[in-house]
């Protein structure tokens, strides 16, 4: 049960964590079932790693370097 502290008590993130599973589960497989859900293949999760990797890089050297990509004046 939910801590009465903590919130109202309602809603799903006041659920056991057993029974938020079995909901997720079940989203899962409906969505799967209706051709909504997407699976990664391998060449597609490596494209989206190696963005990642890129991303974060760039992020870094914004950060070290006080960029932040605009026009100054």
């Known amino acids: 049960m939910a ?4 919130g109202s008590g309602r809603g799903f993130a006041s659920m056991d964590p057993q029974r ?4 997720a589960s ?6 799967h079932a209706s051709g909504n ?8 999760a490596r494209a989206a790693g ?5 991303n974060r890089q760039q992020a870094r050297r ?3 370097g ?3 990509g605009g ?3």
Do not use: D, L, M, W
């Open 26 to 31: 079940q989203g899962g497989r409906a969505a």
């Open 20 to 23: 938020q599973r079995q909901i």
């Open 37 to 44: 859900a997407h699976q990664f293949t391998s060449a597609e």
């Open 71 to 73: 026009q100054t004046s």
């Open 3 to 6: 801590n009465p502290k903590t």
């Open 62 to 64: 914004n950060a070290e």
């Open 50 to 54: 190696a963005r990642s990797h890129v």
């Open 66 to 68: 006080g960029q932040t």
